[in-house]
Nanobody, 127 residues
Framework: QVRLVESGGGSVLAGNPLNLSCKASPYDAASADCMGWFRQAPGKEREGVAFISYGGGIRYYADSVKGRFTISKNNDKRTVYLEINGLTPEDIGMYYC???????????????????WGQGTQVTVSS
């Protein structure tokens, strides 16, 4: 069983950066090779925003965040990071860390492919 713990959410001014992190423990390469983030805004469907494979060779970004979000990881620390730049009100939502097998990192991204989920961390943007 993999436990995911997110941190780094909060309220920031539009245009400012924000960094999220997610630590997996224990780490299970078979079922948590692909790690990343979904987000859900009030009244909207959950959206997969960024994902990264264990070796970092596969990275997926939703079109809505390309050029502004950067996902990275430190395997020694079993931690995935999401660097968010140029925050806009459209980025408001609960951000969930998730982990799944290698196939989960291949488009189309499906939340059903991910077996582990964190509790979520709230991101709020003010203007």
């Amino acid at each position: 069983q993999v436990r995911l713990v997110e941190s780094g959410g909060g309220s920031v001014l539009a245009g400012n950066p924000l960094n999220l992190s997610c630590k997996a423990s224990p780490y299970d390469a078979a079922s948590a090779d692909c790690m990343g983030w979904f987000r859900q805004a009030p009244g909207k469907e959950r959206e997969g925003v960024a994902f990264i494979s264990y070796g970092g060779g596969i990275r997926y970004y939703a079109d809505s965040v390309k050029g502004r979000f950067t996902i990275s990881k430190n395997n020694d620390k079993r931690t995935v990071y999401l660097e968010i730049n140029g925050l806009t009100p459209e980025d408001i939502g609960m951000y969930y860390c998730t982990a799944g097998p290698p196939k989960a990192c291949y488009a189309p991204i499906r939340d059903s492919d991910f077996g582990y989920w964190g509790q979520g961390t709230q991101v709020t943007v003010s203007s």
